[in-house]
């Protein structure tokens, strides 16, 4: 994943019932827990967290 892509956040971040759809803003890489991304959804709220919380959008 980089900067710029369109991507699900899992709603064990979200605490939603769906999966919600925003875009990356931020790729880092984190010596405790590895890849975390950062997304931002169209209603502005940022999520954030590993790398397996998030999938492309198909």
């Known amino acids: 994943m980089k900067v ?3 991507v699900l956040v899992s709603p064990d ?3 939603e019932a769906n999966w919600i759809e925003g875009q990356v803003i931020e790729v ?10 950062s997304v ?4 502005g709220d ?3 967290g590993p ?3 998030f999938k492309f959008v198909a």
């Open 4 to 6: 710029g892509d369109n």
């Open 13 to 15: 971040l979200t605490n």
């Open 28 to 37: 880092e890489n984190n010596s405790f827990i590895g890849i975390v991304i």
């Open 40 to 43: 931002k959804t169209d209603a």
């Open 46 to 48: 940022i999520f954030f």
């Open 51 to 53: 790398k397996d919380f």
